[in-house]
């Protein structure tokens, strides 16, 4: 639920619904199903009628997606395969298979358009032995599905995630991917997740992050 000043703001709101969905949503206990088990309590059918179609066009883009990017490509037998690995089998290049896993400091997400200042950042952070930052193109083995990979690295792998955000970012596969791997692992966002802003911004800031103080 929502406090009672919460509520007082909503209530002065240009479009109130949409607040209250934006804060929500931003929730670590927010999710697609309890979304409609309130709707179903308050007895908005006609609003779960219009949802349905909607969500079931979303997963049937995702399981497409899903399968898309963990089909091994054609090949000759000779050429290693590239399906998708097992837990067991080594994710980034320092790993393991028979060991323990390869652990870091801080997961970086960003996009192509930002390496300049995300190359020159890594080198800061990275200037004493005892920090280690995940970077994707960097540190993880090609073959598997980014998307679990992703999720699975930032939950059980990293003890933070820093996520440089600008306005390239917003429209990027690389923020699809963050909002995704969040949502299947909310505990995530229970961890110090650091938003970092390096110039200028014309796109409201991302709702998931919007609670969290940023580094600007």
């Not at 931003?26 to 697609?32: D, F, I, K, L």
């Not at 007895?43 to 883009?61: A, Q, S």
């Not at 090609?142 to 820093?162: N, Y």
Request: proline fraction near 6%; charged fraction near 30%; hydrophobic fraction near 35%.
């Amino acid at each position: 639920g929502f406090t009672y000043l919460e509520i007082k703001n909503y209530d002065s709101s240009e479009n109130p619904t949409k607040k209250v969905l934006e804060n929500w949503q931003a929730r670590s206990t927010a999710t697609v199903g309890k979304l409609l088990s309130i709707l179903t309590k308050v007895e908005r059918n006609d609003i779960l009628e219009d949802l349905r179609p909607l969500i079931d066009e979303d997963v049937r883009k995702y399981c497409e997606k899903l399968k898309k990017t963990s089909e091994p490509p054609v090949q000759v037998p000779e050429v290693d395969s590239c399906v998708p690995r097992s837990p067991e089998c080594a994710l980034t290049r320092e790993d393991d298979p028979e060991g323990a896993p390869e652990l870091f400091d801080a997961f970086i997400c960003y996009c192509q358009s930002d390496f300049v200042f995300v190359h020159e950042m890594i080198q800061q952070l990275e200037q004493t032995e005892y920090r280690l930052l995940c970077v994707f193109d960097r540190d993880v083995l090609p073959g598997s599905c980014v998307w679990t990979i992703t999720s699975e690295l930032i939950e059980k792998r990293c003890k933070r995630m820093v996520v440089v955000i600008s306005d390239e970012y917003l429209d990027s596969e690389e923020c699809d991917q963050t909002k995704f791997a969040l949502s299947l692992c909310p505990g995530a966002r229970n961890k110090r997740l650091i938003p970092v802003v390096y110039k200028s911004m014309s796109k409201p800031f991302p709702s998931i992050l919007r609670f969290l103080t940023k580094c600007d």
